[in-house]
Nanobody, 126 residues
Framework: QVVLVESGGGSVQAGDSLRLSCVASGRTFAGFTMGWFRQAPGLEREFVAAISRSGNRAVYADSVKGRFTISRDDAKNRVTLQMNGLTPDDTAKYYC???????????????????WGQGTQVTVSS
């Protein structure tokens, strides 16, 4: 069992930055692929970014590529999503996820992740 707790969400203006953090407890953090997903009201949960177990490879959704950066610190059991150049389209609840499956070459699937946090809200106004 892994418990994931997100933090760092908030309400910002377009063009601003936010830094989301997710701290894990329970099983060995280093054994998981870590990811971020988001879900806006009425829409399905969508992939944002993921990072490999070793931390040497990351994949991003096309919509956030070049603006968002995912990183992990295994010593602190923490994964971070740095979000720059936020737009109203980024408004959603953001979820941290831990998965036993290896990182895909492209994209990410909900089914690859076994444990989920409760989410943190990000609201971007124009």
């Amino acid at each position: 069992q892994v418990v994931l707790v997100e933090s760092g969400g908030g309400s910002v203006q377009a063009g601003d930055s936010l830094r989301l953090s997710c701290v894990a407890s329970g099983r060995t953090f280093a054994g998981f692929t870590m990811g971020w997903f988001r879900q806006a009201p009425g829409l399905e949960r969508e992939f944002v970014a993921a990072i490999s177990r070793s931390g040497n490879r990351a994949v991003y959704a096309d919509s956030v590529k070049g603006r968002f950066t995912i990183s992990r610190d295994d010593a602190k059991n923490r994964v971070t999503l740095q979000m720059n150049g936020l737009t109203p389209d980024d408004t959603a609840k953001y979820y941290c996820a831990a998965g036993l499956a290896p990182l895909r070459a492209v994209g990410g699937e909900v089914r690859d992740f076994n444990f989920w946090g409760q989410g943190t809200q990000v609201t971007v106004s124009s």
